[in-house]
DNA sequence: ATTAAGTTAGTTACTATTAACTAACGGGAA
DNA sequence: TTCCCGTTAGTTAATAGTAACTAACTTAAT
């Protein structure tokens, strides 16, 4: 488990690359945020790259909670979709510095370790929702005539672009109106 | 206009973006792979940031061919998405680099005046399927009880989504098939 | 003879990281 | 209570390496 300062810095960490993109990531600046000096980061932890792992787990654990959540239940198909698709836009429109960054894949490139990291966690996220689309296609309750992946990015491909535009806009519009447009429409394909 | 040298510069740049992120893109590097000096690179840019200002426009020029083509002629709104939606999975089949870079706008978020550019490439885009989505309502093509930027988002979202997939998995699965398939999904939401 | 395009050698500023040291605290043993 | 010991979280000073960029010089082509 993470310690308090730890969890400060990873905090921090996600804040800088929200706000000028990874090159603004330094042990310097994480320091100065913290009014620390930088030798004192190495006291939470071990090296830079510990404190970008810490950050995609941090990620990963914000999809993790309701994937399980809504998993566990007997919710149909169409309905945990919804609530997941809610869920993120929830967490995005109260944390928007989380917006900048959870869908920015290509500023942990830079490691290979970073970079296999994230592609695991956009796979089980995908599996996920491709496991409970199938649910829906054999109850009925989802078209059948477009296969799962498309579904997939019918679906996710719109949300992720959605929260990219609300975050590159300045947060200008609101995201949870749109998101629920967005919803609606969705929903009018998905159905039978 | 660009110099041969300044092309190759702006392509190499590309690459080492895609590869390795934007950290990897330094002088250092860009010399290298021409094997030359890294002094010898400020010959033909005067500074790093005008390396990707030209990276940008390139990206701008990639996308503004078919626009402008497609715009002059009488072809139907739905052909004419449809177009572009094409040229663009074949641009990126056919250089898989700008894939990896071209919708990682994060990238650029280093320097103001390069995120305002990318922001406003982004813009004139937008703009320009909405006046088709428009086109298309109004002659009854498109269907209108979707409004036009969540139609914008629903077309787009998902491309974008199956581009940065091909991309991440290391280009294994073929580009337009898959571009394909999502198309038809798409025509079956978009017409009334 | 000018110019374009390269070179080598250097600058300054910043990078992650380490070494050595210190102040503050908390728990047992005297 | 006081002394000892270890831990935690910080400090300053220094490391080796890399960043973008510049000055001065060479070479080859127009």
């Known amino acids: ?24 990531l330094t042990i310097k600046n994480i320091a100065a945020e913290l009014k620390i000096s930088e030798p004192a980061i190495y006291r939470h932890f071990n090296s830079k790259f510990d404190i970008l792992d810490a950050v995609l787990d941090s990620f990963e654990g914000v999809a993790v909670d309701v994937l399980t959540k ?26 928007p510095k989380l917006a900048k960054v959870m869908f920015a894949e290509e500023l942990f490139q830079d490691d290979d370790r970073l970079a296999k ?3 695991s966690i956009m796979h089980s996220h995908k599996d996920y929702i491709q496991q409970t689309l199938e649910d829906g ?11 799962q992946i498309t579904l997939f990015r019918l679906i996710f491909g719109p949300l992720r672009l959605l929260i990219k535009q609300w975050a ?25």
Chains 1, 2 share one sequence.
Do not use: C
Not at 2 to 24: H, T, Y
Not at 170 to 186: P, S, Y
């Open 168 to 192: 590159l806009s300045g947060f200008r519009f609101d995201l949870k109106t749109e998101g629920k447009k967005l919803w609606d429409a969705e929903k009018k394909l998905l159905t039978p």
């Open 70 to 95: 809504v998993t566990s239940s007997d919710i149909p198909p169409l309905d945990r979709i919804e609530m997941f698709m809610s869920d993120r836009l929830t967490r995005m429109a109260a944390n």
């Open 117 to 119: 990291k994230v592609m």
């Open 1 to 24: 488990m993470l310690s308090g300062r730890q969890k400060e810095i990873v905090e921090i960490s996600v804040g800088l690359v929200a706000d000028k993109g990874i090159q603004n």
């Open 137 to 147: 296609q054999k109850d009925g309750s989802i078209r059948s005539d477009i296969d």
